[in-house]
DNA sequence: CAATATACGGAGGCATCCTCCGTTTTCAAG
DNA sequence: CTTGAAAACGGAGGATGCCTCCGTATATTG
């Protein structure tokens, strides 16, 4: 509508948003979905209420901080869209899903929180390409009569980051993850 | 050793223990596994002091009240050992799972804390009965030839949990829980 | 250089965690 | 029944975390 000539942005208050997703990429990287956000603004030497104001709730944070994983899940879905066997792409997919997080462990809770919670609510244009992006592995799949009906995508991501989160961390965490994931898309062929 | 003489526990401590009990599956039944601690005690009507002298850890007080939980599902994985096809004995006793957890949603995480933390450390007797029983379920699997190998009772009860756990609780959330699963139960087949 | 919209910081109120220790209760020996 | 020590109790208290509120500071614009 009327579109009301506004101010420009602050330059403080972008560079602060700036220093907030790094310490928050940081921190809760290491402590997971309950991290304290109060180390957050610490960490990005900032005060607590500026963290507030930028991202009044900490799943509004967590979203923010992985908008970029996202995109790059993104990308390789519908990279893998090309390829001929719909069954190894969408493994391949969850491979690459489980070799982003292993390094970011704590991430893992927030991940699945970020998936659901948005894809529930459906107004988050990023997860919706996601999503869109992850059907379409799982249309060409049935179309072609290899994937069984029934499994969305929610289903496809929700079953990826319960697994990756349920595992233990250690040595043989991404090698039971993986095992994990292969049973369960074996169980995805018609 | 030398097993010293000793007094015998006091009426008191036991009468506690069980409201604390009492009060502790109240609580995180609703609250989930991170309810407050601090509630439990309320309600068991004794102070927060006692609470840590029975359960120094959340996980302690987590263990205790689940271990009837558990025996009734070890007697139901004992159950269905005789069954014919190991397969679908092993999608029953999942079935069963769910819907004893979805009566308290709550302790859902508690649930999963439960059964990684224990396995890993293998002291318990309880969850080592009941992972046994889930093997035996399996090892009857494998040796007919119906199950796929290199699959284990962890794996199992983690995935369960794990799916429970991530779904969103809702009205459809059972039918959603047993969709993934059957998905997953699919792919154990060899 | 104002004027003002915008953003900042952090104190403060409340909740939870867990420890520590002075007080109370129970048990059992005499 | 006493009585004293072992066992258990309760809750204050210090630490940390959550989030709100508002007085202060500063960037932008005319």
């Known amino acids: 509508m009327a579109e009301?000539?506004?101010r420009k942005p602050r330059a403080d208050a972008q560079k602060n948003r700036e220093l907030l997703l790094?310490?928050?990429?940081?921190?809760?990287?290491?402590?997971?979905?309950?991290a304290s956000l109060d180390a957050v603004a610490r960490r990005a030497g900032v005060g607590i209420g500026t963290l507030y104001r930028h991202f009044p709730t900490r799943e509004e944070l967590f979203m923010a901080v992985f908008s970029r994983e996202l995109d790059q899940?993104?990308?390789t879905a519908e990279d893998l869209v090309e390829r001929d066997d719909p069954l190894e792409a969408i493994r391949s997919w969850l491979h690459a899903n489980v070799d982003l997080v292993e390094t970011k462990?704590?991430?893992?809770?927030?991940?699945?929180l970020v998936v659901t919670e948005d894809l529930k609510q459906g107004y988050t244009e990023r997860s919706s390409l996601l999503?869109?992006?992850?059907?379409r592995l799982l249309d060409?799949?049935?179309?072609?009569?290899?994937?069984?009906?029934?499994?969305?995508a929610e289903d496809l991501m929700q079953t990826l980051y319960a697994i990756c989160y349920a595992r233990q961390p250690g040595p043989d965490w991404r090698e039971n993850v993986l095992r994990i994931l292969d049973i369960f898309v074996d169980g995805l062929k018609k």
Request: net charge positive; no cysteine; proline share 2%.
């Open 73 to 75: 899940l993104i990308v």
């Open 131 to 135: 999503r869109a992006a992850v059907d």
């Open 105 to 112: 462990r704590g991430m893992l809770g927030a991940m699945s």
């Open 22 to 34: 790094e310490a928050a990429k940081e921190i809760l990287g290491r402590g997971g979905p309950n």
């Open 4 to 6: 009301v000539r506004k």
């Open 140 to 152: 060409k799949g049935r179309s072609i009569g290899e994937i069984r009906e029934g499994v969305s």
